[in-house]
């Protein structure tokens, strides 16, 4: 069944105002992104909701930590009912084999996918963290570890999108944050891109936040959107 590629981030300080939002659209337009802030505003409770109303979400947690922990969270996330959770590649096979391992046998098994380099990071940031490898050649690698350990795909900008789909196929998700429209301002991105060029680039999934959760008619921006770069079948 074909399926929106828009990712709604709900970047709210509370429930309330997230569901004020979510009233505004439906699960046929978007799947809707639960990160930090509001989770730890609203917690599992709001997820739970969610779901329950028919959509698809992400929650993106980004678990870094070791593998056991990172494990019995992402159990949880799965218990939630929850569409796509994510894990940070930087912490490692061991911890990213315990997540798959830990999601195997549940019944409605989530997507699992791995963030490479956050979008917010250029290659300057990375050399002063001693990567000098660049953004996108350290996304590339980060992409390589991900795949090997067998889990669904990644988070990464457009810039490499392309390059990682070719390397290992398309069934491996790209999910890519720092898109934004023509217009729009970049914010706090480093690595952007417009829709259209995301989805040319390899992009399964767009990220898209404030364009969308700002417009005066949600509805009317999702339906442009979602007609200018079409389904995911």
Known sequence: MPTSR???????????????????VSSRECALKVGKELFTAAGPALVSRLVDRGFRVFLDLKYHDIPNTVAQACKAAAD???????????????????????????????LLIAV?????????????LGIAEGAVRHAERLARLTSNCGLDGVVCSAWEAGSIKAAHGAGFLAVTPGIRLAEGNAHDQARIAT???AVRA????????????????????????????????
Do not use: C, K
């Open 195 to 197: 829709p259209e060029a």
């Open 6 to 24: 828009i990712i709604v981030p709900l970047d709210y300080p509370s429930a309330r105002l997230a569901e004020e939002f979510v009233a505004r």
């Open 80 to 110: 939630l009912g929850v569409w796509l959770l994510n894990v940070h590649a930087s912490g490692g096979r061991a911890m990213m084999t315990a997540a798959r391992e830990a999601l195997a046998a549940h019944p409605q098994r989530p």
């Open 202 to 233: 390899g992009a399964d999934y767009l990220v898209i936040g404030r364009a969308i959760t700002q417009a005066a008619d949600p509805h009317a921006m999702l339906t442009g959107i979602n007609t200018s770069i079409g389904t995911r079948e």
């Open 116 to 128: 490479t380099v956050l979008t917010s990071l250029d290659d300057q940031a990375l050399f002063e």
